[in-house]
Structure formats: C-alpha cells, structure tokens
C-alpha cells in the first residue's frame, strides 16, 4: 500500500492536455500526485485548462522541464514519446509514458539505456491490464490453478463513427490518420504479458484492407489499412492471438487457454471454465462473476477505461516512494510497443515469421540501435515504408473535405 499520508504529494506535470486530462483529477490526488504544472502547444486549450485547474502552463517542453517538479507524465503523440522520455529523464524527472513507448526499434534502445542511466522511475501507462477482469485473471493465474499458458486471445476492437474519429485526429498527418493497423498492440498484448508474465518473442502480422462501402471510412483521410491481426509466440511457446482496429462489433476483451483452465475476462466481468475430468471437483465447471479491484476498489470504479486509469497512476507513485521500477517498467513497455513494429514489417512479407528482439540484451540493442524504420511522414526517405501495405494511399477528396469540417470545429486551424 502507498503511504501517502507520511509524505508530501508527487509534483507532477502533464505533457498534453487531451488525454493528459484523465492524470489531473481526483484518482491522480488520491495516488498521491500533485499536479503543478501543463504543457501543450495547443494554446487555446492549454489556456483554457491552467485556468479552469490554477496550475502553470507551459507552450515549450524545454521550459516546462524547468519548473519545480518530480515527475511528468507524457500524453503528447502517438509516435513521439521515447525522445520526450529521454529528455524528461535526463531533467531529473520521473516518467510515465503513454502508448507507444517508441516509434522505432533505435528509439527503443535509446529509451532503455536511458533508464538505466537516469536511476529515475518509469513506467509505461498501459492501463488495460489494470482493468478489474484482467487484474482478477491474473490474481488465479498466479495462484496456479489453471497451470501452463498455452494459448491467449486479446481484443482491442475499437470501431467508431466518422465524425467522432475525425475530431480526435485533427490534421491528415495526424497519427491516427496515418500509423499502420499493427502499431496500437498495446492494449492487447499488455493483458496477456501481464496476466501470464510472459513476453513475445516473435510475430506474424496480418493487416485487414479498407472496405470501399464502409460509411465511416469513406468519411476519413486515412493513409493506413482497416485492422490487424497478430499471431504472436511467446517466450514459453503459448502463441497469442491480438485482433485490433475500427473493424465494426466493438469489444474489448482477454483469453486465456491454460492446461488445466480457461479464464475469459470482458466488461469487468470474468468467466472461468474449469472441466476436471481426471481431478477431483473443487469447482464449478462454469462461472461468471464480477471480481473487486485488489485495492482501493472504490476509488478505481469511477475512473476511465475500467478503472485502469487509475492504477498507472497509483503504481506510478508507489514505484516513485519505494525507488524502484513499477511492472510495467520500460523493458516491458518497448517489448510490448515493437511487437506492433515487427508485426507489420511481417504484413509487408506476407505475413512471414519476425523475431521480436529481446532489447534487455546487450547484443540486441547493439544489432537494433540504428533502427529507425518508420512509415511517419515526416521522417519519411527512401527505404522507409509507407503506411498501407496498399502502399502510398491517397485520401478521396470527399473524405478530406469531410474531415476538414470536423476539424474546423475542433478549433484546429492547420490543413
Ligand atoms: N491508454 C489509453 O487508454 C489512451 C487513450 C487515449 C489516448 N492515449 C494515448 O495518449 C496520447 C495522446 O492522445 P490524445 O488522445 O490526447 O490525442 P493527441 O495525440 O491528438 O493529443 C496529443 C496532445 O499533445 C500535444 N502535443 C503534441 N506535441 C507536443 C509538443 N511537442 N509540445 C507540447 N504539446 C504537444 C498536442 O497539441 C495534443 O493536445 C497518445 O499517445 C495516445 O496513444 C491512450
């Protein structure tokens, strides 16, 4: 348990304030943040939000490192956070980084090493594994009555409407219009390693193509394919299915295939089916149950995705006060985050076998060090790949006109 009573708060700055928001409320005082200090370089809204919450605000990342504070939390895009990482640490920040923990494989080295040399705590703020059902997955997992991984399926099938997807995505170079439908395998591939406390270790990759007659994709500029689906081997030989994207028929859900068991967890609700044909009867074959969380249940119910927001942040500051790396530790962020690197290098190929690298050794950083493979458009040259396996995707003039609208009035003002 975190002693926040005996201690003075965390001093914590957010870097963005869209989902940078869900760190600065009620959960992130109660885990024993204070928040001081927010950066964004959307002025209208970081204005707008320093003077709602009375806090400092910050245009320029360089000066918001200078302010008096012991921790930041990166809510900034997609495909930028290791270099904001890097520079937060070498500040003398404690870090928690939003999905991905890297863009490139040399960007996940990079990221380590300066971890290791910072002596600061990060953590990756996945938060899926912290949702009730898959906390309680792993709680029996743990307990080894279910016996040996064999076999795990993760869902992050997120489908929107057209015009609630473009306002998030303002800008057709904007991350989301453009990162390949392998690269956001987080939410999928966290539950699993978190559950089971195993790592991937290699990938085949599949990506879904664009429907022509899907409404809300003729409404979005979209340069990337319409979902994924990964085959993932994991360092005990289980292999993991991941199935992600805006595929329609929502769900977000957790699998797992055990020798003597199956769990399945979704909605906060988990279902264990238990056949003990050669053993005696200890349970139930079927059940369907609501767990609680395993601490502070209260608090974390009325907290986002599940009451996983508020877990990063509660062993966040626990990690801080006891001076160590929290489980979700920077190995395990860029291990998680390359998988989606890898897979769709495998769906370039058809789908053939990557090894995902193991970059907590000295030979894997040292062979992926200068990998700075990446489909963003603005690092893009020859050799680097585009972000369908379609190839360089035109967005129609209707979707762009469309989306121009929607960003409009979001405020935005770019093209
Ligand atoms: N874990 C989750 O459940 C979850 C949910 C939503 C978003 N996210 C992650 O949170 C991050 C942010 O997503 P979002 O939904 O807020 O959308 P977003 O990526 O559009 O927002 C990023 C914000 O950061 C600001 N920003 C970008 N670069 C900056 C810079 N150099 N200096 C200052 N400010 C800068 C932008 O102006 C914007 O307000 C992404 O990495 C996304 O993957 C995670």
């Not at 109660?30 to 200090?37: H, I, M, Q, S």
């Not at 040399?117 to 307990?143: D, I, S, V």
């Not at 409404?219 to 329609?248: E, F, T």
């Not at 609680?292 to 996983?308: C, I, Q, S, Y």
Request: proline fraction near 5%.
């Amino acid at each position: 348990m975190i002693t926040v009573k005996n201690n003075r708060p965390i001093r914590v700055g957010v870097l963005g304030v869209g989902r940078g928001k869900s760190f600065t409320g009620n959960a992130a005082k109660a885990a024993g943040f204070e928040l001081v200090a927010v950066c964004d370089t959307w002025e209208e809204r970081l204005k707008k939000f320093g003077e709602e919450r009375k806090v400092a605000i910050y245009t320029e990342y360089a000066k918001f490192l200078e302010h008096d504070m012991d921790a930041v939390v990166l809510a900034n895009y997609f495909h930028q956070h290791a270099p904001f990482a890097i520079k937060a640490l070498k500040a003398g920040m404690h870090v928690m980084s939003e999905t991905a923990a890297c863009h490139t494989l040399g960007e996940g080295v990079e990221l380590i090493r300066a971890v290791e040399k910072a002596g600061k705590t990060y953590m990756f703020a996945e938060n899926y594994p912290y949702m009730r059902h898959n906390q309680e997955m792993r709680r029996l997992f743990k307990a080894g009555e279910f016996g040996t991984f064999m076999y795990g399926e993760c869902e992050y099938v997120h489908p929107m409407d057209a015009d609630s997807a473009n306002s998030i995505s303002p800008g057709l170079n904007h991350w989301r219009n453009w990162i390949p439908a392998t690269y956001y395998c987080t939410h999928g591939m966290a539950p699993v390693m978190f559950i089971t406390d195993t790592w991937p270790v290699k990938v085949n990759g599949f990506v879904v193509h664009t429907a022509p007659d899907n409404p809300e994709g003729q409404r979005r500029p979209s340069l990337h394919d319409g979902g994924a689906m990964m085959a993932v081997r994991m360092d005990n030989d289980a292999v993991v299915k991941l199935l992600q994207g805006g595929l329609r028929g929502h769900d977000i859900c957790t699998r797992i295939h055990a020798a003597k068991g199956y769990m399945e967890g979704r909605n906060g609700q988990v279902t264990l089916i238990r056949q003990q044909w050669h053993e005696k009867r200890k349970h139930p074959e079927r059940m369907t149950y609501t767990p609680d969380f395993p601490v502070m249940n209260e608090l974390a119910m009325k907290t986002g995705h599940g009451g996983g927001d508020f877990y990063t942040m509660y062993y966040f500051a626990d990690a801080i006060r006891k001076k160590e790396q929290p489980y979700l530790d920077v190995y395990r962020g860029v291990a998680m985050s390359i998988v989606g690197i890898q897979a769709y290098r495998s769906a370039l190929a058809d789908g053939e076998t990557v090894v995902v690298p193991d970059l907590r050794k000295e030979s894997a950083r040292k062979y992926h060090a200068k990998d700075d493979w990446s489909p963003d458009p603005a690092r893009r040259r020859t050799g680097q790949p585009w972000s369908s396996v379609e190839g360089n995707k035109k967005p129609s003039a209707f979707a762009l006109n469309y989306a121009r609208k929607i960003w409009k009035k979001t405020g935005y003002t770019g093209k």
